[in-house]
């Protein structure tokens, strides 16, 4: 004896309504019933902000490169419409107060330099990119293209670089 297709399709949608309400009611028993109050056991850390003498100007990027030292790209004049090429390297020692300019080896066939990003990178060097501003023909035309990729060892000063060109 066979079943009819209507009292087969009954069965079934009793069987899924059984199985939602069993669903629903696990759910609703544990959202109840499973909470409890745990301790906050998180740590309230405060904090101390100091300003860090410095001469007015711009001030683009900052990299953490040692304990003591943070290097900027600074421009010495404040403007909203800076560009790239106005910032030079600095770096600032913590606790001397001691800022000073980074002497960036720059290629003599470019009419405008930039650098940037800047990045500690993870051997503790300082990385970025180096930038040229290229005229064509006779000054008219002119490209811009990443000439060089820097890294920058504190301890020695020595400038390690990777020709972007070839």
């Keep these: 004896m066979t079943q ?7 069965w079934k949608g009793i ?18 019933g499973g909470s409890k109050d745990y301790d906050d056991l998180t740590q ?6 100091r300003p860090l003498p410095s001469p007015p100007g711009s001030y683009l990027g900052v990299a953490w490169l040692t304990q003591d030292q943070l290097i900027f790209l600074y421009a010495d004049h404040l403007s909203a419409i800076n560009k790239l090429a106005d ?8 606790g001397t107060d001691d800022w000073q300019r980074v002497e960036v080896p720059e290629s003599t066939t470019c009419a405008q330099v930039e650098y940037a990003p800047i ?3 993870p051997n503790g060097m300082l990385g970025f990119g180096y930038s040229c501003l290229v005229f064509l023909d006779q000054q008219k035309e002119q490209t811009q293209e990443l000439r060089y990729l820097y890294s920058w060892d504190v301890h020695t000063g020595v400038f390690y670089y990777y020709n972007a060109k070839s």
């Design 4 to 10: 009819s297709p209507t009292r087969y399709i009954g």
């Design 15 to 32: 069987g899924v309504i059984l199985i939602m309400s069993g669903l629903i009611f696990m759910a609703s028993w544990m959202w109840a």
């Design 44 to 49: 309230t850390v405060r904090a101390t902000a």
């Design 87 to 94: 910032y030079r390297l600095f770096r600032y020692t913590l």
């Design 119 to 121: 990045y500690r990178l």
